[in-house]
């Protein structure tokens, strides 16, 4: 049973859940006298390899760059979350788009969803082969889809899978990627060596039939192989690292993507919470002014964020007061100790969580554009790398087991920064 860490230096076993709580306030001004938006990102919820930390946190530190740069440009939510999944979508170290995990065929099955907290429109692939950035194939479902009815009254599609997805996506002008030019060296021999233990498995279990059918004695003792690896050499726990981006741009507006190369050596057509709807991310704007605006990615064993519907049930947690506490419950009674998992062993999964309001410097003046930004993200795996920026920032900031609240505050007529951490 994992700790639930409320500090840096106070550990206090409550739950199996991984978390832990620090609070930073600061104020800014945009560079045009507007709050321009915030970006968080994570690399996946499991193990991340000691030996694979850098890269780990340096694509954080891209995909963050990659979401800031186009809200200082003027894009929206929508531009941001797609290019920083992309980022993280072409890094070798994570299980999505290039590196992804192979399947019992040896062959990238990817999964991805977008949606947007405006329209509240969704975008989603599932099993996706021979795309390079599943992500680009959702997002632009979710476009199609704003444009309305297809010929003859038709309603246009929102999830697309396999073999489908990939002539939808050829069709309007996403180019192929062969499965080889995906397949790196580590997911390579991530599926030679999980090849080999599950035939080794098989061997045992082949074995023991024999012992119990022909009661033979003194067949001598059968070392249990132990679970599968399924990437890093120095694993001994699942590596469920699904990839996801939650943003909020300087009209207000939240937007919430994941993608996912899914678990190694799944069977071939297996659909993972990536491309689930209310399971893998959500993004809603606040449709009033007492609510708030939230967006949610998920990582971990897609199975267990299906049967719960986590991304959803956590972004409804966010409208009470006490965010902290409301993630630490949702997470506990709406995952751990789930119904819908009753009986499972490990449940395992991570979120990162978006809520964001008007100011009430801003309700109370025409002259001040500010929005208060609350960011939070727990896990129940041995680790989660997450980092965040906000447009004001110079750079990205990546950590694991922290929670924070961070108000970005923009004045027309001068800029100021203060900041504390507790």
């Known amino acids: 049973?994992?700790?639930?860490?409320?500090?840096?230096?106070?550990?206090?076993?409550?739950?199996?859940?991984?978390?832990?709580?620090?609070?930073?306030?600061?104020?800014?001004?945009?560079?045009?006298?507007?709050?321009?938006?915030?970006?968080?990102?994570?690399?996946?919820?499991?193990?991340?390899?000691?030996?694979?930390?850098?890269?780990?946190?340096?694509?954080?530190?891209?995909?963050?760059?990659?979401?800031?740069?186009?809200?200082?440009?003027?894009?929206?939510?929508?531009?941001?979350?797609?290019?920083?999944?992309?980022?993280?979508?072409?890094?070798?170290?994570?299980?999505?788009?290039?590196?992804?995990?192979?399947?019992?065929?040896?062959?990238?099955?990817?999964?991805?969803?977008?949606?947007?907290?405006?329209?509240?429109?969704?975008?989603?692939?599932?099993?996706?082969?021979?795309?390079?950035?599943?992500?680009?194939?959702?997002?632009?479902?979710?476009?199609?889809?704003?444009?309305?009815?297809?010929?003859?009254?038709?309603?246009?599609?929102?999830?697309?899978?396999?073999?489908?997805?990939?002539?939808?996506?050829i069709s309007h002008g996403i180019p192929a990627c062969p499965t080889e030019k995906m397949t790196t060296k580590f997911s390579l021999s991530g599926y030679k060596r999980n090849k080999r233990k599950m035939e080794l498995a098989e061997q045992v279990e082949t074995k023991r039939k024999r012992q119990l059918c022909g009661h033979e004695n003194d067949f001598g003792c059968l070392e249990p192989v132990g679970d599968i690896l399924v990437a890093g050499e120095e694993n001994n726990s699942a590596c469920l690292d699904t990839v996801g981006v939650v943003v909020v741009d300087r009209e207000g507006n939240v937007a919430a993507a994941v993608s996912s190369g899914g678990l190694a050596m799944k069977h071939p057509g297996r659909v993972g919470q990536a491309a689930h709807y209310g399971c893998g991310c959500w993004a809603e704007n606040a449709r009033d002014v007492s609510l708030y605006s939230t967006a949610v990615s998920t990582s971990g064993s897609g199975e267990h964020l299906i049967r719960t519907m986590l991304a959803r049930e956590c972004s409804t947690a966010m409208q009470a007061e006490n965010t902290h506490q409301a993630l630490l419950e949702a997470m506990q009674n709406k995952f751990i100790s789930s119904p819908f998992l009753a009986g499972e062993d490990c449940v395992l999964g991570g979120v990162i969580v978006l809520r964001c309001c008007t100011c009430g410097e801003a309700q109370r003046s025409e002259d001040i554009q500010a929005l208060l930004v609350e960011f939070l993200w727990s896990h129940t795996t041995e680790s989660m790398c997450v980092g965040y920026m906000s447009a004001q920032d110079s750079k990205a900031r990546v950590c694991r087991c922290w929670w924070f609240t961070y108000c970005i505050c923009a004045l027309s007529s001068s800029r100021s920064e203060t900041a504390s951490e507790a």
């Open 1 to 169: 049973m994992e700790n639930l860490e409320n500090s840096t230096d106070c550990k206090e076993t409550v739950s199996p859940l991984n978390n832990s709580g620090s609070t930073v306030n600061s104020t800014v001004s945009g560079y045009d006298g507007k709050a321009m938006g915030f970006v968080l990102v994570h690399a996946g919820a499991g193990y991340h390899s000691e030996s694979k930390a850098k890269e780990y946190k340096h694509v954080c530190k891209r995909a963050c760059q990659r979401a800031v740069d186009r809200l200082r440009a003027g894009g929206l939510a929508l531009e941001a979350v797609t290019a920083a999944l992309m980022e993280l979508e072409d890094s070798p170290f994570t299980n999505a788009g290039t590196g992804s995990n192979l399947n019992l065929s040896g062959e990238i099955e990817c999964d991805a969803s977008i949606m947007d907290g405006k329209s509240l429109n969704y975008g989603a692939v599932g099993a996706l082969s021979g795309i390079k950035n599943p992500v680009l194939v959702a997002r632009r479902l979710l476009s199609e889809t704003q444009k309305g009815k297809l010929s003859a009254g038709r309603i246009p599609p929102c999830f697309l899978v396999g073999k489908g997805a990939e002539q939808w996506a």
